[in-house]
């Protein structure tokens, strides 16, 4: 039996013209071909209701155990867009982005719980560990949604709030005011590439945390950039942890490819989670998919267990 849930995220709607996205767990589907996979394609889109011609578009690595399939599903000038997540020729999740709510009618969806994706890891001590990357000189630079435009620093603050006994909001001065570190780490991006030994400078995710003192319901992290993009991270992957509100980058103030004037770095999750140009960022009780959440990416990310992608 198909069951599927529904989401969807402010940028894919305004940016990329996706009302929702359909994210469907697939289990024993094997492949040898891009031939067998438009077979796959067609039967879950059956079971979904929706009937296309089914035209592949590309594909792309993701690590160096996974390649992302894109398909499009054509009718009616219009088009649905089809994402297959496999490993090592092994289908496990299929996402279809839709681009109107009329495709949604008599359809019903169960409700997604990330609990189920966030696995105890056996030995804590294993974060240094990146399975499935390669190094790379230096890092690449992602602009999903388009740089933003050019930061007034007299108006660019940092809110963080929510859940939390003392909100509070800083300018880039305060920022360096309440204390930084560097640290020295390697940068790990889902898509397989890692950079060693980059250096961050700011102040540390903890010292926000004991400034603004989380409520004892909190679980999530939410994080929004000027770009619209956002992320979520599990509030006990912070906490006593090396995240730090990255000011410089190898002793230099950010680049704006990079985050200018802050972005957030967490060395153990994947870069994903690490959202550049950030301006927000909320505690919270209840789960809400990211930008990359929504398209089928890990609620948590950790890089050690090669959390990529959903699986529940």
Not at 175 to 185: A, D, E, F, K, Q
Not at 209 to 216: G, N
Not at 230 to 249: G, R
Not at 259 to 264: F, K, Q
Request: hydrophobic share 35%.
């Amino acid at each position: 039996m198909l069951e599927c849930y529904l989401t969807s995220h402010e940028a894919l709607r305004d940016k990329k013209g996706v009302e929702a996205v359909i994210d469907c767990p697939i289990s024993g589907y094997s492949f040898k071909s891009t031939g067998d996979l438009k077979w796959i394609v067609r039967e879950v889109v059956k079971k979904l209701g929706f009937e296309g011609e089914i035209v592949f578009v590309s594909n792309e690595n993701i690590g160096t155990t996974h390649i992302l399939y894109n398909y499009h599903i054509v009718f009616n000038k219009e088009y649905i867009g089809v994402r297959i997540v496999t490993r090592e020729n092994n289908v496990y999740r299929i996402l279809l982005t839709i681009p109107a709510k009329e495709y949604l009618r008599g359809l019903t969806f169960k409700k997604y719980k990330p609990d189920k994706d966030l696995v105890k890891p056996m030995y804590e001590h294993y974060k240094s560990y990146s399975p499935g990357q390669y190094y790379v000189p230096n890092m690449i630079v992602y602009a999903i949604l388009g740089f933003p435009k050019e930061i007034d620093l007299s108006k660019w603050k940092l809110e963080v709030g929510g859940l939390v006994e003392k909100p509070l909001s800083f300018r880039l001065s305060e920022l360096y005011s309440i204390g930084i570190r560097t640290i020295r780490t390697s940068f790990h991006c889902v898509t397989g590439w890692s950079v060693r030994e980059v250096e961050f400078t700011g102040p540390m995710f903890q010292r926000l945390i004991d400034l603004i003192k989380p409520r004892d319901n909190v679980k999530w992290v939410y994080v929004e950039s000027l770009d619209g993009y956002s992320t979520i991270i599990p509030y006990e992957e912070i906490i006593d942890s090396e995240a730090l509100i990255a000011l410089e980058m190898n002793r230099r103030p950010l680049e704006p490819e990079h985050g200018y004037p802050a972005r957030l770095v967490i060395p153990h999750l994947y870069g994903w989670k690490s959202a550049k140009w950030v301006y927000k960022i909320d505690f919270i009780e209840e789960y809400r998919d990211g930008y990359w959440e929504a398209l089928g990416y890990h609620p948590r990310g950790r890089v050690d267990l090669e959390e990529r992608f959903k699986k529940a």
